[in-house]
């Protein structure tokens, strides 16, 4: 685990290891625009468990909620699923599957 928000941001390795051990996954800036690859990566931090949950949420500045929406969106949609755009689509075909 990471002791402080700032160690996210700086420590990052974007080529895989020599060593077989997973890297560390490119993690966005906090200024920067939301983009669905910048989610996932977000998502796959948290799941590779190199960042917990509250760090990213804290340093993002997102609700769990958000979060773990990204997360279900990811899992049932893939990548496109986490477009800010989609999220009304996802919620009007979800309700009417349940119909």
């Known amino acids: 685990m990471l002791a402080h928000t700032a160690d996210i941001i700086t420590f990052r390795m974007a080529e895989p290891s020599s060593d077989g051990i997973d890297a560390v996954p490119e993690l966005p800036n906090p200024r920067q625009r939301w983009t669905v690859r910048r989610k996932a990566s977000v998502v796959g931090a948290d799941r590779g468990g190199w960042v917990p949950i509250e760090e990213i949420c804290m340093l993002y500045n997102i609700s769990v909620g958000e979060f773990l929406a990204w997360e279900r969106h990811l899992d049932r949609y893939g990548v496109p ?18 119909r």
């Open 81 to 98: 699923g986490l477009r800010s755009t989609r999220n009304q689509i996802y919620r009007d075909t979800n309700k009417e599957a349940r």
